[in-house]
């Protein structure tokens, strides 16, 4: 078999991880590798209409729903708030540009994992296994099934707060889109794309009452919340946060907008994936963006200001109240605010498994072969009960009371130093010519910038002190920036443990391959430990797909 060639139609991309030995050349596998194939058909692949959908389905969720309420408490000004959505819709369009240059080079599924590999290669992984635990930890759905369960108790006439019925129902919210995912996946993929369709009406509608409601057309006083609406005040419950909450109010709202780059996470399983994410993105992050602003008139136009300032979740359904009176019509309403959070949370664990599955392929996750697999129908069932349990765990462990503005701020916090790595990462791409850097799609320098200097700016100021020690749901206010960064640096930690402390007990190093058909878009994962003192002896695939030692 020494004689024996690669089969041409598959080309591998090795990652091989050299970790510690004895210094000796001559290493080898300890044993032939665990293979597993991955294949999807062209009928379970996205096309254009599927990549809007999936990316709407994940910014239309809970943020414009719930958030606005955040938002307003934060900074006590209607103008500031409406101006501050156009911003993040500024931001959003800016980090759409980013992705789309990187996700039109390198069309595969993992999004940021991709292109923090590109550009951080030293020290190997590293870049990868602090993504890697930022997704892993806080890459759940909790806010959005929370905000399910809370709207579903609102429709059914209880106005509980947060608490463990919400939690309930949001456990059995993500249970039932992670056992879709995982046995049904074709359906799980029509469902999202069903309530997509659902979700835009729905926010149409509201938009279209907010009209209504600014010609009066609604069962309560005119609130006068547009009289003087750049005016910074305080009042019960809102205003006088400072920077601090203009940070989170922001943060809030890149929260809301959060889901643009949704397409980039399974571009492994997208039709055409250059040109159909070349279409899908911006049409997706436009129609949403100018929906967003719309909406947040809409609110102010039929919800007084305190009544916004302490509606945490509910807002839309004080807004329907507002409009359509307390009737059992109008309370069925909230109902399908609540199918949209089952399609974020539908469309959330879709492309958040396949990027939890990523990791697993490379090896980078203990048991990594189980975390990837597919089986039994074809799914990532294991990396999706993965995002299941940590979703779980991150709803049931806060106390109860008011907690979703909490999760929002945890789940969201860290991605601005992921993006802001992504960024920075891509002005230097632009300007070391060494690289070699070429990409069907090209971003503007000063869009570059803008998007950096927005991500150091969310980054940092959470850890300004406001004037109350505590966050208006009683958090302390360090306690979401300074759990995010733990995370990052506990990712960094996880690294050198993993190439560095464990290798060197095990006297081991790693590899894995990947090889992908020219033919099909079949994709082979291959893993192995390469121990020292042995024979080196390299694994490599006959045409007929057997295995040997060269």
């Known amino acids: 078999m020494s004689g024996a060639t690669p089969d041409p139609v598959l080309r591998r991309d090795v990652a091989d991880v050299k970790l510690p030995s004895d210094g000796s050349e001559n290493d080898s596998p300890s044993s032939l590798p665990d293979e597993q194939v991955f294949r999807f058909g062209e009928s ?12 709407i389905n994940k910014m239309i969720g809970t943020g414009i729903f719930s958030t606005p309420s955040g938002v307003f408490a934060a900074t006590g000004s209607v103008g500031v708030c409406l101006f501050l959505w156009i911003i993040g819709g500024i ?13 039109l080079a390198i069309p595969r599924s993992g999004g940021e994992k991709n292109y923090l590999e590109r550009v951080y290669r030293r020290p190997k992984l590293l870049a990868t296994s602090v993504l890697l635990a930022q997704m892993i930890l806080l890459g759940f759905s909790s806010g959005n099934s929370l905000a399910f369960g809370r709207y579903i108790l609102f429709a059914s006439g209880s106005d509980v707060a947060d608490g463990w019925k919400a939690r309930g129902i949001a456990v059995g919210c993500i249970t039932f889109a992670v056992l879709l995912h995982s046995t049904f996946p074709k359906w ?14 729905i926010l149409l509608f509201i938009v279209f009452a907010g009209f209504a409601a600014l010609a009066g057309h609604r069962r309560i006083p005119n609130p006068h919340n547009f009289d003087n609406a750049f005016h910074l005040e305080t009042g019960p419950g809102y205003g006088g946060g400072g920077a601090y909450a203009y940070a989170t109010a922001l943060l809030r709202i890149i929260y809301s907008y959060k889901g643009w780059e949704n397409a980039n996470y399974v571009l492994s399983e997208v039709k055409n994936p250059r040109k159909t994410l070349l279409i899908a993105a ?35 359904g004080l807004f329907f109240r507002n409009i359509f009176g307390d009737s059992a019509s109008a309370r069925s309403l909230p109902a399908f605010v609540a199918l949209s959070n089952l399609g974020n949370v539908l469309a959330v664990s879709f492309a958040h498994s396949r990027l939890n599955q990523e990791f697993a392929k490379e090896g980078l996750l203990p048991w990594s072969r189980f975390w990837a697999s597919n089986k039994p129908f074809n799914a990532p069932a294991s990396a999706l009960f993965l995002h299941w349990l940590i979703t779980v765990i ?14 929002v701020d945890l789940y969201t916090y860290p991605g601005a130093w992921i993006n802001g790595a992504v960024c920075a990462g891509l002005l230097y791409l632009h300007f070391r010519k060494s690289e070699n850097w070429s990409s069907p799609f090209h971003t503007y320098f000063p869009v570059i910038v803008l998007y950096l200097l927005a991500n150091i700016f969310l980054a940092i100021v959470p850890f300004i002190p406001p004037e109350a020690g505590n966050n208006a749901e009683g958090y302390p206010y360090y306690v979401f920036p300074v759990v995010g960064v733990g995370v990052l640096i506990g990712g960094a930690v996880y690294w050198w443990l993993w190439t560095r402390v464990w290798p060197r007990i095990g006297g081991y190093r790693l590899e894995a391959e990947r090889c992908v058909s020219d033919i099909d878009g079949s994709e082979t994962v291959r893993y192995r430990k390469v121990y020292r003192g042995k024979d080196h002896g390299l694994v490599h695939q006959d045409g007929d797909g057997r295995f040997g030692r060269a």
């Open 91 to 103: 931001i959003t369009v800016c980090g759409l540009s980013v992705f789309l240059e990187f996700g």
């Open 394 to 407: 991150i709803l049931l462990a806060p106390p109860a009371g008011p907690a979703y503005n909490f999760i």
């Open 44 to 55: 379970r692949k996205l096309g254009v209409t599927a990549c809007v959908f999936l990316i």
């Open 188 to 201: 799980g993929i029509r469902l999202f794309n069903l309530l997509g369709v659902f979700k835009v009406v």
């Open 282 to 316: 911006p049409l997706a992050v436009a129609s949403t963006a100018v929906l967003y602003v719309l909406a947040n008139v809409a609110y102010f136009a039929a919800v007084t200001k305190e009544e916004i300032a302490t509606s945490d979740v509910l807002i839309a």
